[in-house]
Structures are given as structure tokens and as C-alpha cells.
């Protein structure tokens, strides 16, 4: 979901060491008592409900409260280890899934972002099949029944950025309504993303800063403020977007609840949330929650990779983002991504964005996993 480039990070590596909490078979014998998941297809196709609901949070005093109550989140972006991407949902996994809840949950976090495409994995634009609504609907239960939070992105993969009142307009606006509506009063969603990087390079001429290209950064923001109305509309969740480029979120602040960025870089902590948070209190709408949507780096998938693909860099990694992010006071941090999507290879083909896990491709966590587990915000 990044397509990036990754950067240099001038790092040396680490050793790792302290108590290492192992969840690698966490969620393996978890016993459902609120509803009978047994049946593949009724969890499929009923919508389930379960006893334990997750109290409604609001945002209150430039941050996340329950009440009146100051709450943090940290999380995850998820999908399964198998179905990654569209496949999630055309290849609908409920045990792995139930499965992946409990681990999650285990691992002490809050809250997951869970991406829904608009037309790939069977969504099928406009016409919203009732069938993965109620996947959808099943999951974010399931995950509240645990105790965790769900951000839920909507039109991933759209790259049209149609005008207000045009057919292709109409068409997402019926794709809002039939996802949004069964879900617009839903206590265990934290908030809606309206779209996944609106401003990455490829939608912008290969550019980060989409002030080099202030035509389409002016269609793509036009198109972003008309779907967030038509969620609000729906709604009285807080409703965003989260943008790669830091300095992009500036002309998005007008109109989201949220302020949200992406950032796989390590100039995180020290310059990006400072100016973040600088443009906020300048902004007539002031002081929001400030959310680091995605973050991540890969460890090495083989041991042959440079050296900053390393296990241990991975770590160090997290230690300065997250030192980064209580110093900035951040609402909410969403690592990127649950799983690795490969298991250890030496092919030279392979990515390193397949191993951005928390856990290992055989469900062991990594050193960076049970450190996050641990940090406080």
C-alpha cells in the first residue's frame, strides 16, 4: 500500500535484548461463546453480533476521549497473511481471521485500519454486494468483541477524482451510502478514511509535493472535501484522510476531523509532526487529533539485503518513531503492516515491502512486535 522508495536510514545495528513476549499462538484455541463461527458460510453471509461493544469515542480537546477521558491508540494495519489486498476479500478467510483477531488483541493493541477497495476483490463500485458488506460488518464486530478499534479506508485503488454531480460522482457517492449507512452509528469504529494516499507520486505526475502539480492537487482536494461532506452527511464519526507527503496534509486540514499523515521516514519526530502540529494551531478549524496512519520498516528477509533492511534496525526503527511520536503527542500510531507476506527467500526478486510484519511469515513476532506491544504512548 506504500509504493514508495525507500530511504536511507543511517542507522547502526542493534542488539536485541529484554523480555521478548512471544504471541505467536495467541487466538489458536479462542473459544467464541457471543455467536457460533464454526460455519464458514453464516459467518459469511448472517451478520453477527456480539455481546461485548466498545464504548463510543469522540474527539475532545484537540485529542481522542471516552467521556471525558483522554485515550490513546495504537494499532495496526491489517490484512491476512494469505489474503493480503483484494484478496482479503474475494478469498474470505473467517477462521485465519478469527484467528489474526486474537493474536492482534494479545499483543495489547486498540485499534486496526482495515482497507475496503472500491471495485477490486468483488466491492464492485456502486453496486455494493450485500455479501461483503456483511463481511465487513462481521469484522469490525469481530475485532470490537476483543477490545479493538476499527479505522476503516474506503475507494482503495480508485484513482478517478470525478466532479460533484458527474455520473462517475453519483457512482461513489452510492458506493459511500451502501458501506457507510449499515454502519454510520457503529461504537467500534474510531473513524472513516476516505482514501489511501490521495497524493502518492502516482497520482501526481511522479512529484511528493503536490504543489508541483496544483491542477490535480486541486481536483483530487475538490474530490476529497465532496466525499467526506457525503460521509458526514451519513455519520457523526470523526472522517479523514490520511496523505503520504507531510507538507500535502496542509490543504486537507479545512475539512477532516483527523490530522493524519503517513511516514516511513526518519525525520518523523523531529520536523514533520512539529510543522503538523504548527499548521493546526494556525488553521481557523485549530488543534485535532494528530495520527500517524501508517509507519514501518522491513526487516531482513533473508540476510543477505543491506544492512538497513536488518532485523535490528527494524527495531531501532521503532524505538526512535515511537520516541518521536509520544514526544509530538500523537492520538494514534497504525504500524504498517500486521504480517510479513513472505516467508524468507534469497530470490533477488523479492520486495522489501513484503516484510514490513510485525510477525514473521510463520507467525513468530519480531523484536520490533514486542517492543510495541509494550510502548505507552
Known amino acids: 500500500m506504500m509504493g514508495f522508495i525507500l530511504p536511507a536510514l543511517l542507522l547502526m545495528a542493534v542488539l536485541v535484548s529484554g ?33 461485548k461493544k466498545l464504548p463510543e469515542v469522540r474527539v475532545f480537546n484537540g485529542g481522542f476521549a471516552i467521556g471525558n477521558t483522554n485515550i490513546k491508540f495504537k494499532g495496526t494495519n491489517y490484512y491476512p497473511r494469505d489474503h493480503p489486498w483484494a484478496a482479503m476479500w474475494s478469498d474470505w478467510d473467517w477462521p485465519t481471521i478469527t484467528a489474526d483477531v486474537a493474536r492482534i488483541a494479545s499483543a495489547g493493541l486498540n485499534c486496526v485500519r482495515i482497507l475496503v477497495p472500491y471495485s477490486q476483490g468483488g466491492w464492485d463500485g456502486p453496486r455494493v454486494p450485500a455479501d461483503h458488506v456483511t463481511m465487513l460488518y462481521n469484522l469490525i464486530n469481530l475485532f470490537g468483541s476483543h477490545g479493538v478499534y476499527s479505522v476503516v479506508t474506503l475507494f482503495d485503488w480508485e484513482t478517478s477524482w470525478p466532479a460533484e454531480g458527474s455520473s462517475r460522482a453519483n457512482d461513489h457517492v452510492a458506493y459511500i451510502r451502501a458501506i457507510v449507512s449499515p454502519l454510520h452509528d457503529n461504537s467500534n469504529i474510531l473513524w472513516w478514511d476516505v482514501k ?35 460521509v458526514k452527511s451519513i455519520t457523526a464519526k470523526p472522517v479523514s484522510t490520511g496523505t503520504r507527503w507531510w507538507t500535502n496534509i496542509r490543504a486537507v486540514l479545512p475539512f477532516v ?26 488553521s ?34 521503532y524505538k526512535e518513531q515511537l520516541a518521536g ?53
Open 257 to 282: 476531523d483527523v490530522a493524519m499523515v503517513h511516514s516511513y521516514w526518519p525525520d518523523t519526530g523531529s520536523r514533520r509532526l512539529p510543522d503538523i502540529r504548527a499548521w493546526m494551531s494556525q
Open 284 to 317: 481557523p478549524q485549530g488543534v485535532r487529533p494528530l495520527v500517524l496512519e501508517e509507519f514501518g520498516w522491513p526487516s531482513d528477509p533473508d540476510g543477505t539485503t543491506p544492512v538497513q533492511y536488518s532485523v535490528g534496525l527494524q527495531l531501532q526503527f
Open 325 to 377: 511520536f509520544a514526544m509530538n503527542n500523537v492520538s494514534a500510531c497504525l504500524q504498517w503492516q500486521t504480517y510479513d507476506l513472505h516467508a524468507p527467500s534469497s530470490s533477488p526478486s523479492l520486495s522489501n515491502e513484503l516484510f514490513f510484519g510485525l510477525y514473521f511469515f510463520n507467525y513468530t513476532a519480531k523484536p520490533a512486535a514486542n517492543y510495541y506491544s509494550q510502548f505507552e504512548l
Open 19 to 51: 523480555e521478548n513476549r512471544d504471541f505467536s499462538n495467541a487466538g489458536k484455541n479462542s473459544n467464541f461463546a457471543e455467536a457460533d463461527l464454526t460455519n464458514l458460510h453464516a459467518s459469511q453471509l448472517q451478520r453477527l453480533d456480539f455481546e
Open 196 to 230: 489511501n494516499e490521495p497524493d502518492h507520486p502516482s497520482n501526481i505526475d511522479g512529484h511528493d509535493d503536490w504543489d508541483q502539480d496544483p491542477t490535480q492537487r486541486d481536483t483530487i482536494v475538490a474530490w476529497l472535501k465532496f466525499v467526506i461532506l457525503n
